[in-house]
């Protein structure tokens, strides 16, 4: 189930995102380094308190990560102060830094790079179960579509089919982001809808018609 719902989330993220590039100071220039020669700064911050879209967002962005370069980052709820912090969904450490969920739509998202930390906030609520496909009252899952775009961007992955085989991921020795990325997104399919053939019964057919 886990891949069929990232193929369809991948699948409704193509081509769709609002992006502001300009230049800032970083670790090198205007770039700023997460993971290089396989070592890292940085672990991925969620609240312990959050939603199941959010920790399936924080555990597809580790594997991703590790996946495109070898390198796990630890996954933790409070931050380390001698590690960058990559924040998942809403946390008291995005509140403080100004970036909140506030005015962002059914599954839209927000991606900035705030002191060095990156934050990858989404609308999200747990109204159905999270991997619900076929109704349009489905779990807001925004922190995880921040995850997806994030993973098509600087991760070179994409989706052609659910199931590993279907999977292509970057070999990367380093991952660098701009250092002043600032990226709203949301999916082009408010609904997404998966009928598999053999799932319904031909009197479940009949009520339709």
Known sequence: MRSLFRFIAATGLAGLAITSLA???????????????????????????????VRE??????????????????????????????????????TKSGITDTGLAYDSYRIKVTNGNIYLIGND??????YMLNSDQSASAGSYFAVMDFARRFLQARWYMPGLLGE???QLTSISIPADLEITGQPHFRIRFLDIAGTKTRAYDEKLF
Do not use: C, M
């Open 125 to 130: 609520d747990a109204r159905q179960a999270f």
């Open 168 to 170: 292509e991921i970057g």
């Open 57 to 94: 967002a924080a555990a597809e962005l580790q594997r991703l990560i590790e996946k495109a370069s070898g390198v796990r980052l630890a996954i933790v709820h409070a931050p380390t102060a001698t590690n960058r912090q990559i924040v998942v969904g809403t946390h008291d450490l995005a």
């Open 23 to 53: 230049g800032a100071a970083s670790d090198s220039g205007n770039v700023l380094t997460i993971v290089s020669n396989g070592s890292t700064r940085y672990e991925i911050l969620t609240d312990s308190r959050g939603p199941d879209g």
